[in-house]
Nanobody, 120 residues
Framework: QVQLVESGGGLVQAGGSLRLSCAAS????????MGWYRQAPGNQRELVAR???????NYADSVKGRFTIARDNAKNTVYLQMNSLNPEDTAVYYC??????????????WGQGTQVTVSS
């Protein structure tokens, strides 16, 4: 059973920083990409940032220059460093992984979500 476990959300004032972590565990053969999505109340879930196995990254325009995604392949862990946070960044942040479990085909997995709240 593959699991994604997130940590690092919380409450921060505007202009502050937070770092999210997400670790993939279980019987994993390979990980194609890991990333973060977010969903604010009344909005659709949107991509925040994603990183592939070879280190290629892409970001939502709204977070470019403020957020940085990084990955530790040895630990199957992805990080999201969020700086210069503003109230519009308030949302539930979900970790996502596109990976191949042992003996199975490529699948999409989601974490349980972690709340990020930015106060003005």
């Amino acid at each position: 059973q593959v699991q994604l476990v997130e940590s690092g959300g919380g409450l921060v004032q505007a202009g502050g920083s937070l770092r999210l972590s997400c670790a993939a565990s279980g019987r994993i053969f390979s990980i194609n990409s890991m990333g973060w999505y977010r969903q604010a109340p009344g909005n659709q879930r949107e991509l925040v940032a994603r990183i592939t196995s070879n280190g290629s990254t892409n970001y939502a325009d709204s977070v470019k220059g403020r957020f940085t995604i990084a990955r530790d392949n040895a630990k199957n862990t992805v990080y999201l460093q969020m700086n210069s946070l503003n109230p519009e960044d308030t949302a539930v942040y979900y970790c996502h992984a596109l990976l191949t479990p042992l003996g199975l085909v490529l699948r999409s997995y989601w974490g349980q979500g972690t709340q990020v709240t930015v106060s003005s």
